[in-house]
């Protein structure tokens, strides 16, 4: 069984349009598609729903899943590189608001608690991912052409043009923004669980502009990447 996990119903509806019922916040509901045996459960927006709900669903379900799915929207720094509508595979989760605030701004290991210790790894505010490792080990395979990209998750949205460039200063590698990838990252790797994330570009970071907008084309390529994922 494969955990498809989204924030909210409408990327649900979007990404698996069959489904006759979609879950409520906070609830899962077993689907197939293509011979493959799915349990979809909706989070809410943003990390503490996500990683909550998804304890709560690890620790209720009888079956481990063989992996969990994270398929939603997200921002783009860059919507000429990174199209509003296209699709980015999720290579690293960075948590760009933990640590220890210093004179100097943020310091991720300032506090010296890591979010996640285990023989040599620690964890404080990056999750190098192995999309291909899981997707193997979830009976997947990713397709071509789809780029691997670094992602940020944030409680607080970037809303504002000079938030983006902050953010952009800080990470320069990260591409995207989102909202539960790395609280859902960090609960897999607590469980040994491989994870997958696939994130459609629905609008340009820090812009409230209509034009750097496209929500529709966001849901649309979920749907898209859906079919391409488990129906390959
Ligand atoms: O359903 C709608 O019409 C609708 C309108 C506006 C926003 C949404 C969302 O679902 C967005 C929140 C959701 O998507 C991720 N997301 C998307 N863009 C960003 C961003 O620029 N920064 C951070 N997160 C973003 C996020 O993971 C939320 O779960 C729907």
Known sequence: ???????????????????????????????????HELTVLITG????????????????????PAGVINCGLAGAFDTTSHRLGSLCIAAEEINPEYGLYTPD????DGLGFAQYEQDEQRVFDRIQLEPY????AMGLSLPQGWPLCPMLSVAGVSGTAERAQ????????AMLENMEGFALALSC???????????SVSNKIGSREKADWNIV???????????MLLEA
């Open 105 to 108: 701004g943020l310091v991720p």
């Open 166 to 173: 902050e953010m952009q200063t800080r990470y320069p590698h």
């Open 1 to 35: 069984m494969l955990l498809c996990v989204f924030a909210t119903d409408k990327e649900c509806a979007a990404a698996l349009p069959e489904m006759h019922t979609v879950p409520a916040q906070g609830q899962w509901l077993p689907h197939v598609r293509a011979n």
């Open 45 to 64: 927006v943003g990390p503490l729903n996500a990683a909550m709900h998804l304890g709560r669903c690890l620790a209720t379900l009888g079956d481990r």
């Open 189 to 199: 790797l607590h469980e040994s669980i491989p994870f997958l994330e696939l994130r």
């Open 217 to 227: 084309a966001g849901f649309s390529a979920l749907g898209r990447a859906m079919t």
């Open 133 to 136: 490792t899981a997707a193997t």
